[in-house]
């Protein structure tokens, strides 16, 4: 079993248009609403991929309520702690030109200190009662935590026995580091805003010496580069960019790595795996989708290189 964790949930709203124009209006080609937050987007790849998954998390208010029923249409197993006040939502717009999205967040509501006792005290009553293997913690904090909140809840998953898997960003993915998360997954600008430095081998460095054990750094279009505290680095990347919606790929790219972390699979299997899931999450239009199909047909593609 893997349980992700979304301390920051949020009502994922897409609008679909033909090209983003600042300072004009836009008709919209197409409209989805959906349960999102970077966790839950984690559970639902891993929900279509057949994997045992829990998502966990805080909602509060009508906007959790559609978070909720959402999810539990789409058969996504849940367990989410009550807030106070009303979940947040985000507007993704994708534009059909340039194939890309622009994004805007709510920061969320904010969340005092018995709140988050209440979320954690949930968090380890859920992976006592089930066999977990992963604990994934993605995504940004509500406001009002410290930046190390998420360390608690990595002594929380290792207390447990299971191995823990971090993506988050700057001060809070610093923050996190203070546990030792068996495994942090930043893109190369979040580990830029984390450590100082874009150079992938020097920023890896930086976040070892903070408590970083494994290290895996997406870079978009060039792939991912994962260096392992034991082991041969590995580069693996598709031989061409997609065109799509790339919202939703770092969150397939851990859904792969937490599902190979659960089963046991090698390093080298888990990378392919990687880049194949985020791959084929750039097809789909809304962000928490994959097609097993997909996976399987760009997955014999992946290009790989050992370091």
Known sequence: MIVTVTANPALDITYEVDELVPHQSHRIAAVRQR???????????????????????????????????????????????????????????????????????????ELTRPGWESFVAGLDSVLAEVAVTVVVLSGSLPPGLPDDAYAELVDVGHAHEARVVVDADGAVLRGALRSGPDLVTPNRAELARATGTRDVAAGVTALRDLGARDVLVSCGADGLVLMPEQGPAWHARVPAALAGNPTGAGDALVAALAAGLASGSTWRRTVQDAVAWSAAAVLQPIAGEIDPDDVARLASQVLMEAR
Do not use: C, Q, Y
């Open 35 to 109: 349960a999102g937050g970077k966790g839950v987007n984690v559970a639902s790849v891993l929900t279509r991929m057949g994997r045992p998954v829990i998502a966990t998390g805080i909602v509060a208010g009508a906007v959790g309520d559609e978070i909720r029923a959402d999810l539990e249409a789409r058969g996504v197993a849940a367990r989410f702690v009550d807030g106070v006040s009303s979940s947040r939502r985000t507007v993704n717009v994708v534009s059909a030109v340039h194939g890309d999205a622009t994004i805007f967040n709510e920061p969320g509501p």
